[in-house]
Antibody
Framework: QVQLVQSGAEVKKPGSSVKVSCKASGGTFSSYTISWVRQAPGQGLEWMGR????????NYAQKFQGRVTITADKSTSTAYMELSSLRSEDTAVYYC?????????????WGQGTLVTVSS | DIQLTQSPSFLSASVGDRVTITCRASQGISSYLAWYQQKPGKAPKLLIY???TLQSGVPSRFSGSGSGTEFTLTISSLQPEDFATYYCQQLNSYSCTFGQGTKLEIK
């Protein structure tokens, strides 16, 4: 079955960057898109952006434009999310999730989440 | 950006109750709406997509309806495992947004 396995928890200093990975198995990586969604402690879900691995094209939520980069390596079925200029408000659990199709960002499979803590 | 407003934000109900959660969009989104369930410490789970299509494996007591700007998620008979937080999500062009969530608690 489809599984998305994310990299482990990170602790970062303000102003630095973090890169989280998401390895997919059990499906055809290039037939879907991978989104990144974050959730601050006690808060709701926030979509950050997505990548279409077969095209290598990413698009981002306006809030994160210029600060987030989403990439994918088709050879290893792995997606990455890099967030730069970290601040304390970026402390959150970051999830990757697969869409049900290339055109519909309804998210049917999710990774386990990666806690990123930003603290001096 | 299209905003989604869920109501209520908190809901207290009993096992066996029928409950309805509403999601209103700030502009028309056709049927590009999904519902997710999230339990503490877990990733969200897709319940309904395209406003009314039940995701595979989701119990039939969950149903969704609506189009345009107003949508509802209905749970016909609450089970103990249904107490969780529910989010709606809309798709717009190449992005999406989530509602603020509805926490469903045991009365």
């Amino acid at each position: 079955q489809v599984q998305l396995v994310q990299s482990g928890a990170e602790v970062k200093k303000p102003g630095s960057s973090v890169k989280v990975s998401c390895k997919a198995s059990g499906g055809t990586f290039s037939s879907y898109t991978i989104s990144w969604v974050r959730q601050a402690p006690g808060q709701g879900l926030e979509w950050m952006g997505r990548i279409i691995p077969i095209l290598g094209i990413a698009n981002y939520a306006q809030k994160f434009q210029g600060r987030v980069t989403i990439t994918a390596d088709k050879s290893t079925s792995t997606a990455y999310m890099e967030l730069s200029s970290l601040r304390s408000e970026d402390t959150a659990v970051y999830y990757c999730a697969r869409s049900i199709s290339i055109t519909m960002i309804f998210l049917d499979y999710w990774g386990q989440g990666t806690l990123v803590t930003v603290s001096s | 950006d299209i905003q989604l407003t869920q109501s209520p934000s908190f809901l207290s109900a009993s096992v066996g109750d029928r409950v309805t959660i509403t999601c209103r969009a700030s502009q028309g989104i056709s049927s590009y709406l999904a519902w997710y369930q999230q339990k503490p410490g877990k990733a969200p789970k897709l319940l309904i997509y395209a406003a009314s299509t039940l995701q595979s494996g989701v119990p039939s007591r969950f149903s969704g309806s609506g189009s345009g700007t107003e949508f509802t998620l209905t749970i016909s008979s609450l089970q103990p495992e249904d107490f969780a937080t529910y989010y709606c999500q809309q798709l717009n062009s190449y992005s999406c947004t989530f509602g603020q969530g509805t926490k469903l608690e045991i009365k």
